[in-house]
């Protein structure tokens, strides 16, 4: 961590493309750390500005546009606001969420290039570039892809090889092809102008790997270390398009700034919108902090490119850290936004509204701050249920429901506890030792939270809820009820303050947990200044006896077996419709009536297939498909849940004669336990049909 003392703080999280909405792999990167930092610098008191937008200019807008059959302008406006509404609503605390789009930003951005090439900054050179002929566009390097000349990938880009890491240019992959339309594509020549890369390599070398090896995460500094260790050269920083910012100076026309050039600018540009008139200070004092959040694989174009662009530009200053993290993966397998595998933010907050910090608690546990991290939906469910409910919650309502019942709701007095038995003398040890554990665990967080550690912060935090729990088991204030209620007041005096702190401590990763309980506990009724908690670091005295508590409410619940196999289906549905359009490009289509694959006669003798008679019907709550059906078999009654409500009423079914899996496993649909499965027929138009045994068989009967 950087020593130097700083007045101000610059927090910026990497701009999202707007080219499609957000998903967990984005939130765990850059926006749920540096919204973490944030947060946890204002409750010290610092002076921060939190920076964010839309990028909206490169080639993949004017394609992604091109499909969707809309403007560049309307394509970026539709994900702009999707972005902007579900960083809000999951409760990301920007300061500004801006857009590169904006006059603003055009005025900034052409102004550095401007500059930059008034001091000579620049080479300008007509050189051969890869045109794509179908299109009719030339190719910017990541829309280029190829045979890397290094390690043999079939698929490295026409900048960077990501899977040896090796820097390349367009020209040296082997059998380049277009990521746009799949043709090979021509050389043409072309004006451009470039930013000299390689002028500033001993400058980097001194600045970042000597002057920032100790404060640069491992990942971040071995990805600098070998970009400059191959060499930097001169990268374009103006293409030939229609959509972006104008290169504003003669011969520049018909085309526009790299969006890579243009996109980092959007910070300033940014605060500049939020404090148009003293923006300087927080980009041109020596005693402001900038700091930047993202994926690894913007690690090259923060730590050397952007860098260099502003010392290029003159008198702004540099970041002083970038704690990059690594990739999030989804049930063992790459996040896809082209295979729509992911967790998209606004569906999550759509299908989980309440559930918001349960999120957040999760992709902190697993943070990829050194490695790739992997995301499942089993795994969320065992860190709600069992840390969050079973550790945080329920700490915290019993603390609440116990005060209620024996001080009615107000915070009992602490009283001198003298060592006049047993009992007492083992409630004085236990606070004592609680007390010391418990600041040890704040100083813990706190320097995590300072080093950019905020998974292991966040475990320092979720300790105060354990040594909480502890200290309520170790003392059993509710077995000291009849004989002592002086004791047991001291203990809940005691566990109040310690809920207290947890309001405060959690506040940076769980912002809308600690709102709750700030409620819980009356906070703003209490009259003493919380903020003292992060000046000393310590357990701090947060309500004084006789306080009135507020209503005590459960803060989390537990995630359903239900809940998660919802989601879980969801992603092999979308896997299995992307393994079908593969396959249907390759293969000819199936007949219509074609059998299936044989199998065993033993297979089929497994099944226990039974006539049975529904008796009642009803429409499952907030499901358009399902049907809770009971249905009598003779010698026993059975409840199934069926997907046929898109096709009968409750009515048309009562009474229907059909025919069950019997052995079929239990499963919980909405809540609801199914123990089997109706036969149904289904016709050319999709229509669905009983297979109806007939009234001369009895119920139970076996079908065979």
């Keep these: 961590m950087s020593t130097k003392k700083f007045n101000r703080y610059t927090i910026t999280a990497a701009l999202p493309y707007a080219n499609g909405p957000l998903h967990i792999g984005h939130i765990a990167g850059a926006y749920l750390p540096s919204d973490i930092y944030v947060r946890y610098l204002r409750l010290k008191g610092e002076d921060v500005v939190y920076i964010c937008g839309s990028d909206e200019h490169g080639v993949a807008i004017t394609i992604g546009a091109k499909k969707e059959g809309v403007t560049p302008r309307e394509f970026i406006e539709k994900y702009h606001q999707l972005m902007k509404g579900a960083f809000e609503e999951f409760g990301i605390s920007f300061d500004i969420y801006s857009r590169t789009s904006t006059p603003t930003h055009y005025a900034m951005a052409q102004d550095f290039f401007k500059k930059i090439h008034a001091d000579g900054g620049l080479i300008e050179e007509t050189s051969d570039q890869y045109f794509d002929e179908k299109e009719q566009l030339f190719l910017a390097d990541r829309y280029i892809i190829g045979t890397c000349p290094v390690c043999a990938n079939e698929n490295a880009y026409g900048d960077q090889c990501e899977k040896c890491g090796t820097s390349l240019s367009p020209k040296q992959l082997i059998n380049p092809r277009s990521t746009v339309s799949g043709a090979v594509p021509v050389l ?201 409910v079973a550790i945080l919650g ?78 309520l088991a170790d003392t059993e204030p509710w077995k000291l009820a009849k004989d002592d209620m002086e004791a047991v007041g001291c203990i809940l005096n005691y566990a109040l303050t310690v809920v207290g702190n947890i309001a405060i401590a959690c506040e940076p990763f769980l912002p809308h947990t600690a709102a709750s309980l700030k409620q819980q506990l009356n906070a703003a009724a209490s009259g003493i200044d919380w903020s003292e908690f992060w000046k000393k670091n310590q357990l701090i005295r947060v309500l004084a006896p006789g306080h009135q508590l507020g209503k005590a409410e459960l803060l989390f619940r537990n995630v359903e077996d239900e809940e998660v196999d919802i989601q879980i289906d969801k992603l092999r549905k979308t896997k299995e419709t992307n393994q079908a359009k593969k396959m249907s490009e390759t293969t000819p289509a199936p007949q219509e009536n074609a059998i299936k694959e044989a199998i065993q006669f033993d297979d089929f003798a497994k099944l226990d297939l039974r006539v049975g008679k529904i008796t009642a019907a009803e429409k499952v709550e907030k499901a358009d498909k399902l049907l809770k059906l009971s249905v009598d078999l003779g010698f026993e009654q059975r409840t199934i849940v069926s997907g046929i409500a898109e096709h009968f009423t409750p009515e048309e079914v009562v009474n229907k004669l059909v025919t069950i899996v019997a052995n079929l496993a239990p499963r919980k649909l909405r809540g609801i336990e199914s123990q089997g499965m109706i036969l149904m027929a289904e016709n050319a138009e999709g229509k669905l049909q009983f297979v109806n045994p007939g009234s001369d068989f009895e119920l139970g009967a076996i079908v065979r």
């Design 188 to 388: 043409k020549p072309t004006k451009h102008w470039y930013f000299p890369l390689d002028r500033y390599e001993g400058w980097l070398k001194e600045w970042l790997l000597e002057g920032h090896k100790a404060d640069l995460k491992s990942n971040v500094f071995g990805q600098c270390k070998s970009w400059l260790d191959q060499g930097l050269q001169p990268r374009s920083i103006t293409r030939d398009l229609d959509w972006g910012i104008p290169v504003p100076i003669a011969g520049g026309e018909g085309k526009v700034l790299y969006v890579w050039f243009d996109a980092p600018i959007g910070y300033i540009s940014a605060t500049k919108e939020l404090k148009p008139n003293d923006w300087e200070k927080y980009w041109k004092s020596d005693d402001t902090r900038l700091i930047h959040f993202i994926g690894k694989d913007n690690i090259v174009f923060h730590c050397i490119i952007f860098p260099s662009m502003l010392k290029a530009a003159g008198d702004f200053i540099l970041p002083d850290n970038v704690p990059a993290n690594e990739f999030l993966n989804l049930e063992g397998d790459k996040i896809s936004t082209s295979r729509n595998h992911a967790v998209w933010l606004h569906e999550y907050l759509k299908e989980l509204p309440n559930r918001k910090d349960e999120l957040r608690y999760v992709l902190t546990s697993i943070a990829p701050e050194t490695k790739d991290a992997d995301f499942t939906w089993k795994d969320y469910q065992q860190r709600v249920n069992s840390e969050l």
């Design 394 to 471: 329920n700490f915290v309502n019993r603390v609440m429901v116990l005060t209620w019942k024996y001080f009615d709701g107000k915070v009992p007095a602490e009283h001198e506890l003298p060592n006049t038995n047993e009992v007492r003398a083992r409630i004085l040890e236990k606070y004592n030792t609680t007390h010391e554990e418990l600041d040890k665990s704040v100083a813990e967080m706190t320097k995590c939270l300072n080093d950019f550690r905020f998974r292991e912060g966040q475990f320092h935090m979720m300790n105060l809820a354990r040594l909480g729990n502890k200290f």
